[in-house]
């Protein structure tokens, strides 16, 4: 009976304890197969290996398969795959964010079979919280613009124009040109960057067109990002085709590296005004804004009764003596807080938000023979600390 006995116990417990190590097995499985169900990640911008194309989108391996992608590095801790998107066909949608619009033959030059062609690529919503779109010009070299008399300025050759839903109106060109609701670029804008406003229509989309009247300077690589309306920085300047942060930095016009400034612009560069900075200060770099409207020494190149055609606007700006300078456009040889004499001077404003007001003629720059000498600006600005 003793020895019945203790050998059922034994067996008891060996199946007590089959049972839990069954038991605690199944959890072991249990919690391993739960750490790689539960683990997710944004699809937030990442760095590529890619010597191409510097930025993609973080997704799993099979999302940007499904999507088209094509991976190149890892992300989120190695959960993840660096997605990248490109598109170069004339017609293509773009409905993924962090996406690059290249030319066809891209990275090599491309020569349509014939001119003038357009290429046309459209930007679709990623989701419908989208308001703003920025377009990074990583290379964009086109033909430069006209340097005749009567069309001084204007990109008759190449020009890429912008247009979205609502917003339909291009520049038009010719001896009676017009403004768009966006300017037309043409040059070489590489490093530049540009802002198109979206509205809250779901439905709502951008068009990004290339129009090629030659066979050369035909390449472009631009990467294609999309902001959220929630994003407190983005959405709250709508309206401003550049856009910049940091206490300070540098502001160029279009095509300033071919030294040519550009017709039938009418754009704002804005600034983001950062925490405890009430003022900014612009200080010239290089500056040739309407060469002809006051080019003598004596002349103020300041006003609205003079700068009437090529000028930038400075709201409410003051000179280094915090004199309200009562007149905000500028232009000329020489950026002056008063107009003479012929130095550059720096010019401050404690208007917010701060902007710079960008605005060239439609027709012919500065009038006759005067297109070839105007180069536009680079400006550096300079946040002053203060309480506001």
Known sequence: MKIRTVLLLFLQLSKLNGFEEAHSKANRTKRVFSLFSIVQFPNLACSSTSGTYANGTCYTASECSAKSGSAQGNCAAGFGVCCIFSVSATGSEISQNCTYIVNPNFPSNYAPSSTPTTLTYTVKKCSEDICRIRLDYDIFTLTTPNTANAKGGQCDTDKMTIKTTDRTVVPGTGTTGTYGNYPQLCGTNTGLHSYVDLSCTTTDEATISFTLGDSTNNQYKVKVTQYSCNDPCISSREGCFQYFTGVTGTINSYNLANAGQLSTLDYKNCIRQEAGYCCIEYTVISWAVSATACAAAATRCASASTCTSEYIIIPNAINSG???????????????????????????????????????????????????????????????PGGC
């Open 322 to 384: 915090n004199v309200d300078l009562n007149y905000d456009r500028f232009c000329g040889v020489n950026l002056n807080p008063v107009g003479f004499p012929a130095a550059n001077l720096p010019i401050k404003t404690c208007q917010c938000p701060f902007e710079i007001h960008h605005v060239t003629d439609v027709t012919a720059l500065g009038g006759t023979g005067a297109a070839a000498t105007e180069d536009g600006f680079s400006i550096k600005y300079r946040q002053i």
